[in-house]
């Protein structure tokens, strides 16, 4: 199965400013690259994905930019907020196979 | 509620019991999985179904775990002989056909002492 890396695992950052999540990928004929975000005590829920045939997709705050010959994608949050603390996952597609994850902590 | 759903919720067993979960997905997903999560962990993949043929299982699910899928639908993940390395919050989710969305349930979390 596809297997993603994803750094760093933990990321502290004060409130206004931008985090960034990157994710690197092995299989290169993957066409589809996803991102969770993690509440505590709740389900992954799907954030925002990317496919193949675009470098980048924005929704409000929230980014991904793929880099297909470096076989990395990464996450981009703008302007964070205290609710957007939570444990943030890239995954690997179809096998859906996620990464470690990032505690991003959005400090007030 | 018309998501995924997992049942028990919770769930302690003594070690060496043996345990049964079941996992019912949205209505007309073909593809299911499984999902052990500890805390502070990223969900670690056990396996995935489509239809009813289980496509791909991890090298790191031993042979007391296992998994079914027969009339494609709802799903049941088995672990016997119960160790207490077990004890972790199992997760399911299924995606549409030719979607690429993965929808989750709330999770059995399980308890073994």
């Known amino acids: ?19 960034v999540i990157k994710c690197t990928y092995s299989d290169s004929a993957s066409n589809y690259f996803p991102w969770y975000k993690q509440e ?19 929704d409000q705050r929230i980014a991904v930019t793929l880099n297909k010959t470096a076989k990395h994608f990464s996450l981009h ?4 907020q205290p609710e957007d603390s939570a444990v943030y996952f890239c995954a690997g597609h179809p096998d859906m196979r996620f ?10 | 509620d018309t998501g995924v759903s997992q ?14 979960f079941r996992c019912d997905p949205i209505s007309e997903h ?11 962990q990223g969900p670690e993949f056990l396996t995935y179904f489509q239809n ?42 299924s995606i549409r056909q030719g979607n690429t969305e993965a929808f989750f349930g709330q999770g059995t979390r399980l308890t073994v002492v």
């Open chain 2, 30 to 40: 073909n593809r299911l999985y499984w999902y052990r999560q500890t805390l502070g």
């Open chain 1, 99 to 108: 990464g470690a994850g990032t505690r991003l902590t959005v400090k007030p």
């Open chain 1, 40 to 58: 505590l005590g709740k389900r992954p829920q799907l954030i925002i994905d990317i496919r193949s045939n675009v470098g980048e997709k924005k």
């Open chain 2, 52 to 93: 009813e043929a289980q496509l791909e299982k991890s090298r790191l699910l031993s042979d007391r775990f296992s998994a079914e899928r027969p009339k494609g639908s709802f799903s049941t993940l088995e672990i016997q002989r119960t160790e207490q390395g077990d004890s972790a919050m199992y997760l399911c989710a």
């Open chain 1, 77 to 80: 949050i703008t302007e964070t």
């Open chain 1, 1 to 19: 199965g596809e297997n993603v890396e994803q750094h760093p695992s933990t990321l502290s950052v004060q409130e206004g400013d931008s985090a």
């Open chain 2, 7 to 20: 049942d028990p919720r919770h769930k302690i067993t003594k070690r060496g019991q043996n345990v049964t």
